[in-house]
Protein backbone atom coordinates (compact mmCIF):
# COMPACT_ATOMS: atom_id res chain seq x y z
CA UNK A 1 0.00 0.00 0.00
CA UNK A 2 0.81 3.64 -0.74
CA UNK A 3 3.07 5.73 1.89
CA UNK A 4 3.91 9.21 1.65
CA UNK A 5 6.32 10.95 3.76
CA UNK A 6 6.59 14.73 3.89
CA UNK A 7 9.96 16.12 5.24
CA UNK A 8 12.13 19.34 5.35
CA UNK A 9 9.74 21.21 7.83
CA UNK A 10 10.97 23.79 10.26
CA UNK A 11 10.63 27.29 12.11
CA UNK A 12 12.18 29.97 9.93
CA UNK A 13 11.71 33.52 9.85
CA UNK A 14 9.93 35.93 7.26
CA UNK A 15 12.41 35.92 3.60
CA UNK A 16 13.65 32.23 5.02
CA UNK A 17 13.40 29.15 2.18
CA UNK A 18 12.69 25.71 2.94
CA UNK A 19 12.48 23.01 0.68
CA UNK A 20 9.79 20.21 1.65
CA UNK A 21 10.40 16.32 0.48
CA UNK A 22 7.38 13.76 -0.35
CA UNK A 23 8.73 10.12 -0.40
CA UNK A 24 6.55 7.56 -1.36
CA UNK A 25 6.93 3.64 -0.69
CA UNK A 26 4.86 0.86 -1.21
CA UNK A 27 3.74 1.98 -4.23
CA UNK A 28 4.68 4.60 -7.16
CA UNK A 29 3.70 8.22 -7.97
CA UNK A 30 5.03 8.65 -11.58
CA UNK A 31 2.04 8.35 -13.27
CA UNK A 32 -0.16 10.41 -11.09
CA UNK A 33 -0.97 14.57 -10.71
CA UNK A 34 0.88 14.85 -6.96
CA UNK A 35 -0.39 17.84 -5.07
CA UNK A 36 0.67 19.26 -2.01
CA UNK A 37 -1.84 21.20 0.15
CA UNK A 38 -1.35 23.02 3.93
CA UNK A 39 -3.78 23.93 6.73
CA UNK A 40 -2.70 27.00 9.10
CA UNK A 41 -4.06 26.68 12.50
CA UNK A 42 -8.03 27.55 12.51
CA UNK A 43 -8.09 27.32 8.78
CA UNK A 44 -9.35 24.72 6.47
CA UNK A 45 -6.76 22.64 4.53
CA UNK A 46 -5.71 24.33 1.42
CA UNK A 47 -4.44 23.89 -1.99
CA UNK A 48 -0.78 25.15 -2.49
CA UNK A 49 0.73 23.62 -5.81
CA UNK A 50 0.43 20.67 -7.77
CA UNK A 51 2.69 18.74 -10.72
CA UNK A 52 1.67 16.31 -13.30
CA UNK A 53 3.16 13.29 -14.56
CA UNK A 54 4.80 15.30 -17.72
CA UNK A 55 5.85 18.28 -15.09
CA UNK A 56 3.04 20.53 -16.32
CA UNK A 57 2.70 22.40 -12.47
CA UNK A 58 0.27 25.20 -11.18
CA UNK A 59 0.39 27.17 -8.01
CA UNK A 60 -2.52 28.83 -6.00
CA UNK A 61 -2.17 32.43 -5.95
CA UNK A 62 -0.82 33.08 -2.53
CA UNK A 63 2.60 31.12 -3.52
CA UNK A 64 3.03 32.07 -7.29
CA UNK A 65 6.31 33.18 -7.71
CA UNK A 66 7.82 32.33 -4.29
CA UNK A 67 7.29 28.29 -4.18
CA UNK A 68 8.37 25.30 -6.98
CA UNK A 69 7.05 22.25 -7.02
CA UNK A 70 9.05 19.14 -8.54
CA UNK A 71 9.64 15.70 -8.76
CA UNK A 72 12.05 13.04 -9.22
CA UNK A 73 10.34 10.09 -10.62
CA UNK A 74 13.66 8.18 -10.36
CA UNK A 75 13.22 8.42 -6.61
CA UNK A 76 9.46 8.62 -6.40
CA UNK A 77 9.91 11.85 -4.93
CA UNK A 78 8.07 15.36 -4.77
CA UNK A 79 9.80 18.35 -3.91
CA UNK A 80 8.04 21.69 -2.39
CA UNK A 81 10.83 24.79 -2.63
CA UNK A 82 9.66 27.74 -0.41
CA UNK A 83 11.53 31.13 -1.28
CA UNK A 84 10.78 34.43 0.60
CA UNK A 85 8.64 32.96 3.34
CA UNK A 86 5.97 34.63 5.34
CA UNK A 87 4.28 33.86 9.01
CA UNK A 88 1.02 33.68 6.07
CA UNK A 89 3.20 30.26 4.79
CA UNK A 90 2.91 28.77 8.75
CA UNK A 91 1.18 25.22 8.33
CA UNK A 92 0.87 21.59 8.23
CA UNK A 93 2.38 21.02 4.84
CA UNK A 94 0.49 17.41 3.09
CA UNK A 95 1.64 15.95 -0.13
CA UNK A 96 -1.11 13.83 -1.95
CA UNK A 97 -1.28 11.40 -4.70
CA UNK A 98 -4.05 11.62 -7.50
CA UNK A 99 -7.04 9.43 -7.49
CA UNK A 100 -6.05 7.99 -11.04
CA UNK A 101 -2.96 7.80 -13.47
CA UNK A 102 -2.96 9.58 -16.04
CA UNK A 103 -6.04 11.42 -15.00
CA UNK A 104 -7.01 14.77 -13.78
CA UNK A 105 -10.41 17.04 -14.07
CA UNK A 106 -9.15 19.29 -10.95
CA UNK A 107 -5.92 20.06 -9.44
CA UNK A 108 -7.40 21.85 -6.26
CA UNK A 109 -9.77 19.65 -4.95
CA UNK A 110 -8.97 17.17 -1.90
CA UNK A 111 -11.34 14.57 -2.76
CA UNK A 112 -9.44 14.59 -6.05
CA UNK A 113 -6.22 13.02 -4.29
CA UNK A 114 -6.57 9.38 -2.43
CA UNK A 115 -3.60 8.97 -0.65
CA UNK A 116 -2.12 11.63 1.59
CA UNK A 117 0.86 12.18 4.04
CA UNK A 118 0.77 12.86 7.62
CA UNK A 119 2.43 16.50 6.77
CA UNK A 120 5.27 18.59 7.96
CA UNK A 121 5.05 21.61 9.93
CA UNK A 122 6.23 25.04 8.65
CA UNK A 123 6.54 27.82 11.11
CA UNK A 124 7.66 31.06 9.98
CA UNK A 125 8.14 34.30 12.17
CA UNK A 126 7.87 37.37 11.58
Known amino acids: QLQLVESGGGLLQTGDSLRLSCAAS????????MGWFRQAPGKEREFVTA???????TYSDSVKGRFTISRDNAKNTVYLQMNSLKPDDTAVYYC????????????????????WGQGTQVTVSS
Open 96 to 115: ARYSRPLYITSYSSENDYDT
Open 26 to 33: GGTVTRYV
Open 51 to 57: ITWGGGR
